[in-house]
């Protein structure tokens, strides 16, 4: 599926969303009038039998009561709120999950990711050799060309293919002979890496003029 019909299809879940926000804020707004409605009801038959004061009390409890009932229900509401927007966070990020696992299609433009991967991970670790590790299929895939591919992408480093493919579905690991720092540059090590950023990013592009998302946000609780 391209850009557009992904971007129609987020929209479309979006305004479906608020469409059901919408109607359950409808049905809690109907369901305190009605309550308060009757309270008052009540309170309006004791009003002949009753002294001031009593009648005061009455309607301050009536108030108090129709209170708490609106408070309930708009919890109630953002509560299902912030549970429908966590998970459209959750549908559009495993849609980058999909996307970074869809560059394995294109052989020329993983490579040039996967260069960009070695370059970074090795300018993060320390002087040394450095062993790469990849899945199956890259392993396979990527033995004959390694010696060229790993000169364009960290000149004047020694980094050797691991004959031991690791798992993950696609990217590279970057680590010390000796174990000790490593950088994960498969698709699920940089997803679980940037998993906070991303889902900032998200919440920024779905609900801009909602600056409390973020906050509010997080799964459910």
Not at 103 to 126: H, K, S, T, V
Not at 147 to 176: C, D, F, H, Y
Not at 196 to 217: G, H, M, N, T, W
């Amino acid at each position: 599926m391209n850009q557009s019909g992904q971007d129609k299809q987020l929209a479309a879940l979006e305004q479906a969303i608020m469409a059901r926000a919408e109607h359950l804020a409808g049905e809690f707004q109907e369901k305190a009038e009605r309550q308060r409605d009757h309270i008052l009801r009540d309170a309006a038959e004791r009003l002949h039998n009753a002294e001031e004061r009593e009648v005061m009390v009455a309607k301050a409890e009536a108030e108090r009561l129709f209170r708490r009932v609106t408070q309930a229900s708009e919890l109630k509401l953002q509560g299902r709120l912030d549970q429908l927007r966590w998970e459209l966070v959750q549908a559009v990020q495993g849609r980058l999950g999909e996307r970074l696992r869809g560059l394995r299609d294109d052989p020329g433009r993983y490579r040039d990711w996967l260069i960009r991967m070695i370059r970074e991970a090795a300018q993060l670790l320390p002087e040394g050799d450095l062993t790469a590790e990849v899945n199956a299929d890259d392993l396979g895939q990527l033995s004959g060309q390694w010696p060229e591919l790993a000169a364009e992408a960290a000149p004047g480093r020694n980094i050797r293919l691991s004959e031991k493919p690791t798992w993950g579905s696609g990217g590279v690991r970057l680590r010390t002979t000796d174990n000790r720092a490593q950088v994960d540059n498969r698709f699920e090590g940089r997803l679980a890496r940037l998993e906070a950023e991303v889902q900032r990013v998200i919440l920024q592009q779905l609900f801009p003029k909602d600056i409390s998302a973020s906050a509010r946000s997080g799964g459910p609780q």
